[in-house]
């Protein structure tokens, strides 16, 4: 991609209305622009980044074996009354009349949807256990749409649904989630805890969190000092406690001293039972032919809210620094002079399809801008690897190799792949 060509708006002031620092960068840095409150378009950087977390959470349910499928984004009252939500979700619940005046609502979550899929083709704990998901667009209208993409009312996640002939299988699929998980927020590269929660209104018993800790994050919550162990604190806090008086105090697993932090919620697994299957009436027939009441899980994660998240785990005053399997580019190639010197413009898209071929994704500076804009850009966007072909270059045959994390390296042109090797080893 040229940058010249491709379509990112970077601005050089912070816009007014953005208070946390990922929604100042991804505005800065061109990836999103408001539309409406809690509503956004993403542009081309946003968006790569977006798909590249997208794909790693589809590769890791795949590799579980759960099974994709789109539900619709427009559902009818009709199941929305079947769970009593259509009344419960309140104003949250976006409601929308077609021409026949008929009720809908945008979709903010989609137990009721699959439930009623489920009941109507799945006959026999022999096609059992079954893990279907999506990645789909919700919408909740918010009480307080902040934070940009951190929590908008149109958002994008990934929802998946287990549906199991005891409490047993139940398990074994909340089990295997729980490790996808870890491991989508390993290869992406971020730092979380798994906090116990609340079930809060979608009811049923067991409930963890995935959270990514920043300073920004809106909830907060208890950890050991010295274990994995950590819990919202609004299971811990006893009627007249504050958040102060837990610092400190032994933790409930015996093991080290409670610390509060902040977490950016990310992910949620929950185990339903039979909540939903038995007010929608969703069972199969068990070994014996008797009817059996579905038991079931829902496995939700916040893609669009995890670019925030990752920004506001991965920066610093200069701009965004990408972890490197989610960056929307691998290279960024700055070529000083592009413009004015015929030897700058062809050592540069040289390299830019050499890399290219190498399997990297490349952007190309090749803007009529000087040396200071193209580093502020550069690093702003936060692309991991800077290549800066300029003076250098015409002079001596050099080439500058710049990693956003601060590192640089100078060598000859044609020596690109030893360069890299050497950035690896420093
Ligand atoms: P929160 O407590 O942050 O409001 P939630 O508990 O209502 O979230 P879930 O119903 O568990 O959210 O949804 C699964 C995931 O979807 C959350 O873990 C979060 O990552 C993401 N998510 C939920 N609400 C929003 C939102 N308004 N904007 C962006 N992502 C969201
Ligand atoms: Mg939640």
Not at 217 to 225: K, Q, R, Y
Request: glycine share 8%; proline share 3%; charged share 30%.
């Amino acid at each position: 991609m040229f940058w010249s060509k491709i379509f990112l708006p970077t601005l050089k002031d912070t816009p007014q209305d953005a208070e946390v620092v990922s929604h100042k960068l991804m505005l800065r840095a061109g990836m999103i622009r408001k539309v409406s409150s809690g509503i956004y378009t993403w542009l081309p950087l946003g968006l790569r980044v977006l798909r590249k977390i997208e794909n790693i959470i589809r590769e890791e349910m795949n590799l579980s074996e759960a099974q994709e499928v789109l539900m619709p984004m427009v559902q009818p009252r009709e199941l929305w009354e079947e769970t009593q939500r259509w009344e419960k979700m309140g104003s949250e619940l976006l409601r929308i009349k077609d021409r026949h005046d008929r009720d809908f609502c945008l979709g903010p979550t989609h137990e009721e949807v699959i439930t009623d899929l489920i009941r109507n083709n799945v006959k026999s704990y022999k096609e059992l256990p079954l893990n279907i998901y999506q990645i789909q667009t919700k919408f909740r209208d918010e009480v307080r749409p902040r934070y940009g993409v951190m929590r908008g009312r149109e958002f994008l996640m990934k929802d998946s649904y287990s549906f199991n002939i005891n409490q047993s299988s139940l398990d074994e699929s909340y089990q295997l989630m729980r490790e996808t998980y870890k491991k989508i927020i390993d290869r992406l590269g971020l730092k979380y805890k798994i906090v116990k929660a609340d079930s809060g209104a979608i009811g049923g018993d067991v409930s963890e969190e995935f959270h990514v800790l920043a300073e920004n994050g809106e909830d907060t919550i208890a950890v050991s000092d010295s274990s994995e162990f950590a819990i919202n604190t609004e299971l811990l806090l006893k009627d007249g406690e504050d958040l102060q008086s837990l610092q400190g105090k032994p933790s409930p697993d015996g093991k080290g001293v409670i610390e509060i932090k902040k977490g950016i919620e990310v992910g949620h697994i929950f185990q339903l039972g039979e909540v939903y299957t038995n007010l929608m009436n969703a069972n199969v027939l068990d070994k014996e032919g008797k009817a059996q009441n579905l038991y079931m899980g829902c496995y939700g994660i916040g893609v669009s809210r995890l670019v925030a998240a990752a920004i506001e785990q991965n920066n610093d005053d200069k701009g965004i620094i990408w972890p490197e399997s989610i960056t929307p580019f691998d290279v960024n190639i700055v070529a000083i002079g592009f413009e004015k010197d015929e030897k700058i413009a062809s050592a540069s898209i040289n390299m830019y399809e050499k890399l290219s071929s190498m399997g990297y994704e490349v952007i190309l500076d090749d803007r009529k801008d000087g040396y200071g804009t193209k580093m502020k850009d550069a690093e702003l966007i936060g692309i991991p690897m800077n290549i800066i072909i300029g003076k250098q270059y015409l002079e001596k045959n050099e080439i500058e190799l710049m990693h956003r994390d601060g590192k640089t390296s100078i060598g000859a042109y044609e020596d690109i792949e030893t360069i890299f090797e050497h950035f690896k080893n420093l």
